[in-house]
């Protein structure tokens, strides 16, 4: 699974794989591809600083990168305490009301919620990178947009490519005209915030629209198979996020969350704005059934929403409470069937791709060429 890009990288595989957890990010590196760690929950920039540590200790050598959540707009000096004065209270009561139907425990005095909004603000990124551009990254992804062209062009300056996740051609475009260097194309399937283009129609529009640059396929991948039809579509590398939440190195802290990823569906996501304020896929519970009943008060633009219910989702974590115990994932958790180490993953995925080319060959008449 060799193309240009994978080439420039040195990398075996053209394989990227999104991950929350450094133990995931130095795996995928170590098998042949190319481990991206997502760093939107590192707020203390010296807990990025110990796990990149890690990761450069246990990645053999190979190259890594970093996903940062840069939004595309600048919003300037408000704290999470100005979003906090904007969040109306029927919808905390709502919050309330939601739990308390499902007797989900409080957390502990002074136990703080795992997850805040601060990592999707300029300045805490910017201190991410800070941290980051200490380290050999070979990559930084951006999620929300193009990152500021400071970013870019300091990136450039160290030998880092910069990838952008786009989810239609008109982003995709943007993103080139900023300076990016590979593009992401992340159709409606994928786990997280997603657009309404499926992968299949996505991908060769976003090629043809940035051409040369490369771009990478995701959402939906979960197979050889997918890999190849995905490098046929003419995308030179494909991008995992959800595939690896059920690997033995992801580090979900939930048995009851694992249960459910392996025991879903390809129909048991849903899009939805109930965890952020943007449409993000997800699993389908009753949380998300409550945000997206047209009963309900409804969601809050984005970051209200992430802060409105960041406390509650640390709740629902830490007790498992099964009805409402959900997380971003795409429509390839139907897959997603047993836990498996990331090696495996990719002997699977090798396996399954020269199966796939094989096929093909036979069907243009090309065997045994
Ligand atoms: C649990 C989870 C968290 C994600 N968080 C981010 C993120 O912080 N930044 C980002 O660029 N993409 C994020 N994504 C999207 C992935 O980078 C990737 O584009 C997507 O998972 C690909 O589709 P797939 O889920 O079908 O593999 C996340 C995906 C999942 C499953």
Do not use: C
Not at 121 to 129: N, T
Not at 132 to 142: E, Q, S
Request: hydrophobic content about 45%; aromatic content about 6%.
């Amino acid at each position: 699974m060799q193309t240009e890009l994978s080439q420039e990288l040195g990398i075996e595989h053209a394989v990227f794989g999104f991950t929350p957890f450094p133990a995931v990010a130095a795996a995928i590196s170590r098998a042949g591809g190319f481990g991206v760690l997502g760093a939107v929950r590192y707020t203390a920039p010296d807990e990025l600083r110990r796990d990149l540590d890690w990761i450069e200790a246990h990645v053999g050598g190979r190259p890594y990168g970093l996903d940062v959540v840069m939004p595309a707009k600048k919003v300037e000096g408000v704290t999470e305490a100005d979003v906090e004065a904007m969040i109306p209270e029927g919808h905390r009561q709502f919050v309330r009301d939601t739990l308390a139907k499902h007797g989900v425990p409080e957390l502990a005095e002074g136990e703080a919620s795992g997850w805040r909004i601060t990592g999707w603000m300029e300045q805490v990124a910017r201190g991410q990178l800070d941290v980051a551009f200490d380290y050999p990254i070979r990559l930084l992804a951006n999620a929300l947009g193009s990152p500021p062209a400071d970013v870019i062009a300091r990136a450039h300056d160290q030998s880092v490519l910069v990838a952008a996740l786009a989810g239609s051609a008109r982003h995709a475009r943007k993103h080139r005209d900023a300076g990016i260097d590979i593009v992401v194309a992340q159709g409606y399937e994928a786990g997280g915030h997603t657009g309404e283009i499926a992968s299949m129609v996505l991908t060769p529009e976003v090629v043809d629209a940035v051409a040369p640059l490369p771009v990478l396929a995701a959402g939906g991948i979960g197979s050889g198979q997918q890999v190849a039809a995905a490098l046929a579509l003419g995308a030179q590398g494909v991008w995992l996020g959800s595939l690896w939440l059920t690997t033995t190195e992801a580090d979900l802290h939930s048995p009851a969350l694992t249960r459910k990823l392996l025991a879903a569906g390809s129909g048991d996501t849903v899009r939805s704005r109930a965890l952020t304020g943007k449409p993000a896929r997800q699993l389908r519970t009753e949380w998300t059934d409550a945000w997206d009943d047209p009963d309900g008060p409804g969601t809050l633009p984005m970051p209200l929403q992430g802060l409105l219910v960041a406390e509650a989702v640390s709740r629902i974590q830490k007790y498992e409470v099964d009805p409402l115990l959900g997380t971003p994932v795409g429509q390839i958790v139907g897959r997603m069937t047993s836990e498996r180490s990331v090696q495996a993953v990719f002997d699977d995925l090798t396996r399954g791709f020269e199966r796939a080319v094989d096929r093909v060959n036979r069907i243009a008449g090309r065997s045994g060429q």
